[in-house]
């Protein structure tokens, strides 16, 4: 008795040509078919306003803004204050620092709407006049800026430096003003401008 040869067709109903093309038909015809209009969008709400009041560089003001909207922006949108720089607009680059009820803050991380009634000084509001502050008579004695985009923030953040009482060294200057960043450089110049006026006090 002699072994038979395997089965090569596999068993089961075998699909008919036709079976196949009207499957193919099928398939086509429902790719053609227009998309399913999506239901109707629902309106956006309207983003509610704030009425908030701010004293900067001095001068009262009373502002209507969206509460998304961060200090930074309303300083150089609203009140046309462009010295205070938007850089990394992520709060590591210090380009943004300003004078909020005397401590310094970066204003990009903070919404205007929450600080109704405070404080603020800017870059613009250190000058007395044509009269330059002494750090910023300072910065350009010791070449404390290049391209100047930091410049501002970095004055700031001295003046505050000096006021907390932590300007004492160039080793202090560096620590506490470590979150200002100069894409130029300028450390030096920075440094020794802080520390000279720091010592004047």
Known sequence: ????????????????????????????????????????????????????????????HALTVDPRQSLLDVLREKLDLPGTKKGCNQGACGA???????????????LAAMHDGA????????????????????????DGLQCGFCTPGQIVSGVACIAEGHAGSPEEVKFWMSGNICRCGAYPGIVAAVTEIAGRG
Request: net charge positive; aromatic share 2%; glycine share 6%.
């Open 96 to 110: 943004c620092t300003v004078l909020l009820d005397g401590k310094r803050i970066v204003s990009c991380l903070t």
């Open 119 to 142: 404080e603020l000084t800017t870059i613009e509001g250190l000058a007395k006049g044509d009269a330059l502050h002494p750090l910023q008579a300072a910065f350009i004695e010791h």
């Open 1 to 60: 008795m002699t072994d038979s040869a395997p089965e090569l067709q596999p068993r089961g109903p075998a699909i008919s040509r036709r079976r196949v093309l009207q499957t193919t038909a099928a398939v086509v015809a429902l790719d053609t078919l227009p998309p399913t209009p999506p239901a109707a969008a629902q309106p956006v709400p309207a983003t509610a306003t704030a009425t908030i009041k701010l004293r900067v560089n001095g001068a009262p």
